[in-house]
């Protein structure tokens, strides 16, 4: 008899945080680090919070891209994942509120596999519809752009 997965999990997080910038974050087993770099009066001792967000998306599309993979069977190979993010840092200088504080967000997935143009196109596709992270992005107003390329097609490699 299979056993049936539940759909609906609590996700329970907990946090020390003993600075106005710092938060010690434990998730399972695993413990990180939330701060601010020491510019900004923190002590640098792991990602600010808006740069976690960004790197959530940026982890939740290698996750949930080669879970798409597979399931279509595109061979991606090794995924390298560069994220540039606007950000409207005016509500954090508390200047003023800001409704929509990342504005776009540029993802480009460079794999090493011998997926086709055509395939990465659908998989990019996929990915938009399952990524729980690039889903709040997108439902949110940000602008989610996903380049989905092969090592061979990327400027670097024709030059």
Known sequence: MAIKQKTIVPIKIEADCPTHSRSDISVRDVSTTIDEPIERGGT???????????ASLVGCTAVIGRKCAA???????HLAISAVCQFDRRGVLLMEEIDMPFTHVQLNIE??????PAQLTRLGAEVAKFCPVSKLFRQ????????WMSK???PESSA
């Open 44 to 54: 640098n001792l792991g990602l600010s919070p808006t740069e976690t967000l960004v």
């Open 71 to 77: 399931k279509l069977e595109i061979d991606v190979g």
């Open 111 to 116: 794999t090493s596999g011998t997926a086709t």
């Open 140 to 147: 949110a107003g940000v602008q989610v752009e996903d380049n």
């Open 152 to 154: 061979s097609e990327t």
